[in-house]
């Protein structure tokens, strides 16, 4: 087939289900002001029970605690692959702890950095140490996986890619294809967002062949399944692993330097290293309790 040039078209295919959907639906104003005309006039006579843990649910002091857990800082990494700061030694980049700890005590004090952090903060320090390349990497495999910070991610993929230069794949001619993706660009992507909106109305009419207390049976069920679900998940969550060391200190920039200048980090013998730094001016009481 050769090329043609053509003028854009809204696809029949979306104009086919509008059109249909909007058959039903158009007279769905009608109908819905007959039923609300009945219900009023049985609002005398209907009684409305709450449900009877309704006083005991309504616990609005925990949606603030678990709001104060999400705070706004900043997150400092430090790698054995960041420039000037971990020791080559042939193929290999060493980093201690202490020259990881001392790193974050410079960075405290680096007035030239526009983005040094002011006012009274609280501050939490964290180091994953190993005596090996090797021992490093599977202390950030275990880690990585609950936290995952960039910076760390990229340190464990330096340390577990294959770097042999006598076997360098072929390079992929440009441009390179991509993985599968949905196909979703403009105009696509907001008429079928307006399209689902459309048939949602029609599977939530299509829903009313059920009677009222079939409805509020399949939602019990619907309800005990997702609270089934939800206790899984946090169940799930709470199992973690891995360890590392940390520190915190509460204060301004040259404070958190002078208390981190004076902690005891491990010494020279834990020659690889990967450190972080969070700061906030909130308490970072989840971070904090992670790692007791």
């Known amino acids: 087939m050769s090329w043609a040039q ?100 410079a960075k405290l004090q680096d007035g030239a950095d526009p983005r040094l952090p002011a006012g009274q903060l609280h501050a939490l320090a964290w180091l994953v140490t190993g005596h090996s390349a090797d021992d490093l990497a599977q202390q950030l495999a275990v880690l990585c996986a609950l936290l995952p910070l ?19 794949p072929t390079a992929a001619k440009v441009p390179r294809w991509r993985a599968d993706e949905p196909l979703t660009w403009a105009p696509l992507r907001p008429g079928r967002m307006a399209l689902g909106a459309e048939l949602a109305q029609l599977e939530s009419l299509a829903r009313d062949s059920q009677t009222p207390i079939a409805k509020l049976q399949a939602l019990a069920t619907r309800r005990a399944a997702r609270l089934a679900h939800l206790a899984e998940t946090l169940t799930q969550l709470s199992k973690l692993s891995g360890t590392l060391w940390h520190w915190q200190g509460q204060g301004d920039a040259a404070s958190l330097a002078t208390q981190l200048g004076q902690s005891a980090p491990p010494d020279n013998s834990q020659s690889m290293t990967v450190a972080a730094l969070l700061l906030s001016p909130s308490p970072l009481t989840f971070w904090q309790e992670l790692t007791p």
Do not use: F
């Open 6 to 105: 053509g003028a854009l078209r809204w696809p029949a295919s979306a104009a086919s289900l509008h059109t249909r959907a909007r058959g039903v639906l158009g007279q769905l104003p009608a109908a819905q002001s007959s039923a609300s005309g009945r219900l009023q006039e049985l609002a005398a006579r209907a009684q409305y029970r709450r449900h009877p843990l309704s006083e005991a649910a309504a616990l609005a002091g925990l949606r603030s605690e678990l709001d104060r857990l999400l705070v706004t800082g900043r997150c400092l990494t430090i790698t054995p692959y960041l420039h000037g700061v971990g020791q080559q030694q042939g193929n290999q980049c060493h980093l201690s702890a202490p020259k990881a700890v001392a790193t974050l005590v």
């Open 150 to 168: 960039p910076e760390w991610c990229a340190t464990l993929r330096r340390l577990t890619a294959n770097n042999d230069t006598m076997n360098q």
